[in-house]
């Protein structure tokens, strides 16, 4: 698939999203009401949820990108998925151990 084609798809799943998730929000009730929408209806726009959303991970894997869109600082050093803490930093001052 080529970078066009990505991008253009990327505009619809994009578009297609935010039809639904407004659908849900035009339609959301206050507890205790009737939703308008059958349960059937709620279910297939959670499965239109995730579908869109695996879709979206699997084009910015295919391009290399990453799906954290936490906003950051310029310094603050790239997320990697891991973080070492030593037991050390973590031990309270004044305990037996210390």
Request: net charge negative; with cysteine; charged share 30%.
């Amino acid at each position: 698939m080529s970078n066009t084609d990505l991008s253009k798809e990327s505009r619809v799943l994009r578009a297609v999203k935010l039809a639904v998730t407004n659908v849900i929000k035009d339609t959301a009730t206050q507890p205790g009401l009737k939703h308008p929408l059958s349960e059937a209806t709620i279910e297939d726009l959670r499965q239109c949820l995730v579908l869109i959303s695996g879709r979206e991970r699997e084009i910015a894997e295919e391009a290399g990108d990453s799906m954290v869109m936490r906003p950051s600082y310029v310094d603050e050093p790239a997320p990697t998925g891991k973080a070492e803490v030593s037991l050390a930093s973590l031990q309270k001052k004044g305990t037996p151990d210390s």
